[in-house]
């Protein structure tokens, strides 16, 4: 069993930058991606970023590309989104994923 528990969230002004953790326990095996996902209220869950077990990265969109960074520890237990120059569209719950298992869950609001 795998547990993940997100952490990191909270509230920045557009501009602002924030580092989300996920701590993963359980068997992980390095060799399978991981993966940040976020849901907006009313809007459908959606891929933020992923690492592949070799450490190739793919972002969901453009937008995400230059400012968002996705990494992970060598032992998979840790996955971090750092993210800079937020916007009110970022705002939203990020959930991190390992195959089938999912977090709770981190908010992120980005407002004046």
């Known amino acids: 069993q795998v547990q993940l528990v997100e952490s990191g969230g909270g509230s920045v002004q557009p501009g602002g930058s924030l580092r989300l953790t996920c701590a993963a326990s359980g068997t992980i095996f390095t060799m399978f991606d991981m993966a940040w996902y976020r849901q907006a209220p009313g809007k459908e869950r959606e891929l933020v970023a992923y690492i592949q077990g070799d450490s190739t990265r793919h972002f969901g969109a453009d937008s995400m590309k230059g400012r968002f960074a996705i990494s992970r520890d060598q032992n998979g237990n840790r996955l971090w989104l750092d993210m800079n120059d937020l916007r009110p569209e970022d705002t939203a719950t990020y959930y991190c994923?390992?195959?089938?298992?999912w977090g709770r869950g981190t908010q992120v609001t980005v407002g004046t």
């Open positions: 994923n390992y195959r089938v298992f």
